[in-house]
């Protein structure tokens, strides 16, 4: 995924697409930040994130999903790919679920893993019958200080799904639980939105540009919390796809069980 961005054409290109979309200063500032906070806590994992954060450079990058600079290059190949393959479809939706039955405590956070949480999204895709769906999601990690919980869910593009197939899928999975009143959002794209819709797939927890809800940053403990847990895994690790498979630089559409080219 080293070079993507001197190939990315301007049609897929999210910097050109959405003004408002994230600056590298914007990232860079965030990691300088984050690796501030880090140093606070002062303990041996700590100190070992601030240093890989803090030897990211140009043409060396960390790759780890804690770091925000490596996190928008994710981003802006995985917008590309959306553009690329979704944004054609007149019925795309933007959909967000909650693991209502995966909420955490910071005790009982390393307890989560987002492989096993994407092994069974798809499985339950599968049986509410969206399995020849197209699906490009990312994983994200709130945490509510109300509930004294971390809040695991998927923000989720899916291109070629009916309604009752989508009500199937939250009436099995995704009902209202005490904690959460709406662990499913199921919302149309405007035809206009789709770049600046396209980029909230996948936040980690940083802030983006402009969005009010993420004007609070989480306090330190929860704060570094997350990082370290974000540490665990590469940028790559977090995206969802479903009826499709990542080769290279590359998402490639999957029909009926096989590879099939279109998109360019
Ligand atoms: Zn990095």
Redesign the pocket.
């Known amino acids: 995924m080293k070079c993507f961005l001197k190939r990315l054409k301007p049609e897929f290109d999210v910097r050109l697409r959405y003004s408002d979309f994230e600056t590298f200063e914007d990232k860079n500032n965030e990691r300088n930040k984050r690796i501030r906070m880090l140093l606070v806590t002062d303990t041996k994992w700590a100190r070992k994130l601030a240093k890989k ?1 803090e030897k ?1 450079k140009k043409y060396n ?4 999903s804690a ?1 925000p ?2 996190m928008r290059r994710l981003r802006i190949w995985l917008c590309g790919e959306e553009l690329r393959l979704l944004a054609k479809g007149d019925d795309v939706r933007f959909v967000t679920i909650v693991i209502t039955d995966e909420l955490k405590t910071s005790e009982a956070l390393f307890e989560l893993s987002v492989h096993k949480l994407r092994n069974r999204l798809r499985t339950q895709l599968r049986r509410a019958g969206l399995g020849g769906a197209r699906i490009i999601g990312g994983f994200e990690l709130d945490y509510n200080y109300h509930l004294k919980l971390w809040i695991p869910h998927f923000h989720l593009l899916i291109l070629g799904s009916t309604a009752e197939a989508r009500k199937e899928f939250r009436d099995r999975y995704y009902q209202p639980t005490e904690e959460i009143h709406r662990p499913m959002m199921d919302l149309d794209i405007r035809s206009g939105e789709k770049a600046k819709t396209f980029s909230y797939c996948l936040k980690s927890f940083s802030k983006p540009k402009k969005h009010p809800a993420w004007e609070k940053r989480l306090d330190l403990e929860e704060h570094n919390l997350s990082l370290r847990f974000f540490s665990q895994y590469k940028p790559q690790n977090l995206v969802f796809i479903r009826g499709g498979t990542r080769r290279g630089e590359n998402i490639l559409p999957i029909k009926n069980g096989k590879i099939v080219s279109e998109g360019n």
């Open positions: 954060l990211c990058r960390c790759w780890i770091c600079v490596c």
